[in-house]
């Protein structure tokens, strides 16, 4: 039962930032959708852009991807599936100096 219960945190703490880039995404769509569609209406003298809208779901999408991204990085840098590009950067060690 435990393993259940953590199994499901583990891909709850995947699809929250998942949901918050598709989130994100939408937002930005609906707001240069908004602004495209407002051009063709007569009745609208000077469309304006939704900037707070579209803010908001740029900050949205980036921070569920770098999540989603970096989750991804970590675990295959643990199983060394990366390339020498993306694997951790190794402190040399310092030289011993026997006595």
Do not use: C
């Not at 219960?5 to 769509?29: E, H, N, Q, W």
Request: hydrophobic share 50%.
């Amino acid at each position: 039962m435990k393993l259940i219960i953590s199994r499901f945190i583990a891909i709850l703490i995947l699809v929250i930032p998942g949901l918050a880039a598709m989130t994100g995404f939408l937002f930005m769509k609906d707001a240069v959708f908004e602004y495209y569609s407002l051009h063709g209406d007569a009745s609208v003298a000077h469309p304006a852009f939704a900037w707070g809208h579209f803010v908001l779901g740029l900050l949205l999408f980036v921070a569920g991807m770098s999540f989603l991204g970096g989750w991804i990085l970590f675990r295959d840098r643990k199983r060394n599936y990366v390339g020498p590009r993306f694997k951790e950067k190794r402190k040399p060690k310092p030289p011993v100096q026997s006595s």
